[in-house]
């Protein structure tokens, strides 16, 4: 049968040629993810920040510089980048492990970004915080991911002997802020960049999906001194909007509703849905259950500049780690088949809205910096919105992967092709705020449109309309603005799919 012989012979020759081409394609992919960063860098405008190797990443990559988390918190951010689906199909809004499990027990198809690569040729592994604590399994991943990943984030330097090896207590017992005269690699983050530069020395022949999660500048607040002495904030650096906007319900801004038990802890009776000046009062918890800051009650200038100042030191110290990451790319001759991406889980209040810390549907608490940086493609920056959970169909266009069917963002390779087009996507993100009521917030071009409504029954509760191009810090809601401009849009806005 020699015109079936022929075929078989075209078809194996067909497989053989496309699988040679797919392997020459297929990119490394290595992954950056910083925990509780707001674009405070030198590449995304920021003229007061140290930052040059992530600048010096941003200048050979695209910038987004309208990218949005999903949830502004880092356990529900993360499940929803890492598995390509909305909050609202993860389902989890809290740190339980149960909500975990019984969310990977409904959707078994939500196969996440290390496992589909694995299964699709790549050398995947992990470090640090890709998820959050104890919710990684090790089957997702060529290798169990790197052990340590729960003990970085409180870690705590002895004060007295700042060379002994750090110890990890628990958040109450944590300086806020600690700068030990130390080396890099003293504290957590450097010791991790220390095996990334060993696995990438090391190289399989496989294409490496390699993601590396550092977790600061999250609290709390420890870097090396020398990273402290770069900055001297003063007072410009405090936030032009330190009040709530007049007449906003709490839920908007009120970001310590979660930490009624941390609080009982400490043996404080925290409101469960406080009025306006008690919110003020106890807002921004998170950071209060740290050593040094009081726990309610006005925050002094004095330590507010400390805090910044920490949170800015954070950022450099894990700006050099990158650093050190680009050089041994560099060096081993990868980083012109590496793509790669930096992101962060969400943003950050430093003082807006009375708030300090995440978990809001705020600008600053879901916007985060997001670049890519593929070798294929042009570098610039793009004004197009992204979402996080764009990430993983991006990532399978860029690696010639199919993407599985569960995704639901959209790939940015039409972006990276052409920067300059300005998508008219909308961002999603959402925060459920006292357990029984889901703020939905879209973010348009000029617009963020935020939807607080009773979980379950969906009714209004109470709404938000800001104009970005006159009000970027989002202090005048405008949804009862006369004009016929804001009242188109409003109603533009009520009308989109969620
Ligand atoms: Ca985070």
Known sequence: MPMNYRLLCISVLTLFLSFTARGDKMPNILMIAVDDLRPMLGCYGDERMHTPNIDRLAADGLVFDRAYCQYAKCGTSRLSLMTGLRPDSVGVFSNNHNDV??????????????????????????????????????????????????????????AKNPTAPTTIAVRTACPVFQSPDVEDDHLFAGRMTNKV??????????????????????????????YFDLYEPDESWLTKVPEPSAGIPVAAWYNSDGYVGTAKKLGLTMPKRPEREAAVSWNGFEMRSYLGVPPKGEISTELQLDLIHAYAACISYVDAQVGKILDVLEA???RKNTTIVFWSDHGWHLGEHSAWGKMTNYEIATRVPFIISSPAHSNGRTDSIAELVDLYPTLCDLAG??????????????????????????????????????????????????????????????DELYDHQNDPGETNNLVNSKSPEHRTALSRLQKLQW
């Open 401 to 462: 992967l199919d993407s599985p069917k569960h995704l639901e963002g959209e790939s940015l390779l039409e972006v990276l092709q052409s920067p300059e087009t300005k998508e008219s996507s909308v961002a999603r993100s959402q925060y459920l705020r006292f357990k029984d009521m889901m703020g939905k917030s879209l973010r348009t071009d000029q617009y963020r449109y935020t939807r607080w409504e009773k979980s379950g029954t969906g009714e209004l509760v109470f």
């Open 332 to 334: 081993q001759d990868l």
């Open 197 to 226: 530069i060993d696995v990438l020395k090391h190289k399989t022949e496989k294409p490496f999906f390699l993601a590396l999660g550092y977790r600061r500048p999250h609290l709390p607040f420890v870097a090396p001194k020398k």
């Open 101 to 158: 499990r019984r969310f990977r027990e409904r959707r078994p198809d939500a196969v996440s970004m290390a496992q589909w690569f694995k299964e699709n040729g790549y050398d995947t592994r992990g470090f640090g915080k890709i998820y959050h604590d104890g919710w990684d399994r090790a089957e997702e991943w060529s290798v169990p991911p790197s052990p340590g990943r729960d003990s970085e984030m409180l870690e705590v330097v002895d």
